[in-house]
């Protein structure tokens, strides 16, 4: 059903969580995972050191997509890097490499705060061509009150 899984990740605790539930249906499908981390480009003013506030961003995304492929060492595995907006380069990466499942975290974020910085999981759930598994990451609390 699924060949190939995108997990776009920012080495949060709920790109953790999508991490592990896309590792479950990656292994039941023998899908190929890729992970995606999105370099979203700071407003500085070009300068001779822009470019390496632009060089170390991208070291630090190598390093999560790196850390997170080491997660899923038992899998067949590919890692990018991107520059851009989240949810642009999330969907430009998923028409590119024919991705048939994006598995994501979500912060969860509601209210005003949702309101004033949007959701990166709500633009690619409401513009993805392909079927869109958001994960949320919850508390401790909320975990044991669940039992």
């Known amino acids: 059903m699924y060949d190939t899984i995108l997990i776009p990740t920012d080495g949060s605790e709920p790109a953790t969580a999508a991490l592990d539930h896309a590792a479950e249906l990656a292994a039941d499908h023998d899908a190929v995972v890729h992970l995606l981390y999105v370099t979203e480009s700071p407003a500085i003013a070009p300068t001779p050191t822009a470019g390496d506030v632009l060089d170390e961003l991208e070291r630090h995304g190598e390093e999560v997509v790196d850390e997170a492929a080491e997660r899923l060492r038992n899998l067949r595995v590919h890692t990018a890097v991107a520059r851009g907006s989240p949810h642009r380069a999330?969907?430009?990466?998923?028409?590119?490499?024919?991705?048939?499942?994006?598995?994501?975290?979500?912060?969860?974020?509601?209210?005003?705060?949702?309101?004033?910085?949007?959701?990166?999981?709500?633009?690619?759930?409401?513009?993805?061509?392909?079927?869109?598994?958001?994960?949320?990451?919850?508390?401790?609390?909320?975990d044991e009150n669940a039992e």
Do not use: Q, W
């Not at 705060?113 to 401790?140: F, I, Q, W």
């Open 90 to 142: 999330i969907l430009d990466y998923t028409k590119r490499n024919d991705i048939d499942l994006v598995v994501m975290g979500t912060h969860g974020r509601t209210g005003l705060s949702h309101a004033l910085l949007g959701s990166v999981a709500e633009r690619v759930v409401r513009l993805s061509p392909v079927p869109v598994l958001t994960v949320r990451h919850g508390d401790a609390a909320a």
